[in-house]
């Protein structure tokens, strides 16, 4: 498949400014599949101008438990079809999909890649975008990871049991996601409890803060 894309890319005349064109060697964006918990591969374009391609190869890998694996390889292209970097992971079963998404906010998209989903919550690959390189900046488990504008850092809701939930806030910085706090939300308790991460100092809310408006928040719920 990109062999295909890159031969096409350095012999035709297509042009590569019409955002459509991965459509026509085969490859969807990312964001345009739906996810059926089988590898699927598909293409990202970022703000500036440049393309992520993402290509399982399935069964690839076993692991230590005799399940296997896809080999994801993930290859970052200028419009021109220059390979900028090649990265790659291992993927288990996941009902995800890669996504490119700006998740501190800094003008610069992150790769956030799928690598493994649970009963609830996926666990995801956080790459960011230092000095032309993408750079893996750690893992997240949840629902999905986004900027939370009101907290002002990246964001993740994950399931823990049927009536407890967190909310990881996380600081990304020069290639490195570091937590701020955890907040866990008992929902059959009515409790509200924070656990401090190295990046604490990062949120704009104290930890008795954070508590206060979780606690009220289940109060007012109630009404
Ligand atoms: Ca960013």
């Known amino acids: 498949m990109l062999a ?3 031969l096409a890319v350095g012999l035709s005349a297509q042009d590569y400014s019409q955002p459509d064109f991965t ?3 085969g490859t969807p964006w990312c964001f345009e599949l739906e996810i059926t918990g089988e590898p699927q591969d598909c293409a990202a374009q970022l703000a500036n101008d440049t393309i992520l391609m993402f290509d399982y190869t399935a069964d690839a890998i076993e692991d230590e ?3 296997t694996l896809a080999r994801l390889d993930i290859s970052h292209h200028a419009f021109d079809g220059t ?3 090649t990265l790659s992971e291992e993927v288990g079963r996941t009902y995800a999909l890669p996504e490119v998404a700006d998740i501190n906010n800094d003008g610069a998209e992150e790769i956030l ?3 493994y989903t649970g009963n609830v919550n996926t666990v995801w690959q956080v790459y960011q975008n230092v000095e032309s390189q993408f750079v893996h900046a750690g893992e997240v488990s949840g629902l999905g990871l986004e900027y939370d ?3 002002g850092l ?3 809701s994950s399931r823990g049991s049927a009536s407890t939930w967190y909310r990881s806030v996380w600081f990304l910085d020069s290639g490195a996601l570091i937590l701020a706090y955890e907040l866990e939300t008992d929902l059959g ?3 509200c409890s924070i656990v401090e991460g190295a990046a604490m100092s990062e949120s704009p809310q104290s930890a008795e803060e954070i508590i206060a408006a979780c606690q009220a928040g289940m109060e007012g719920a109630e009404q």
């Open 83 to 85: 390979l900028l970097q």
């Open 189 to 191: 308790f009515e409790t």
């Open 154 to 156: 990246p964001a993740i």
């Open 113 to 115: 890649i799928p690598t």
């Open 65 to 67: 438990w005799g399940d």
């Open 23 to 25: 459509h026509s060697e």
């Open 4 to 6: 295909a894309l890159l």
């Open 149 to 151: 504008a009101e907290v």
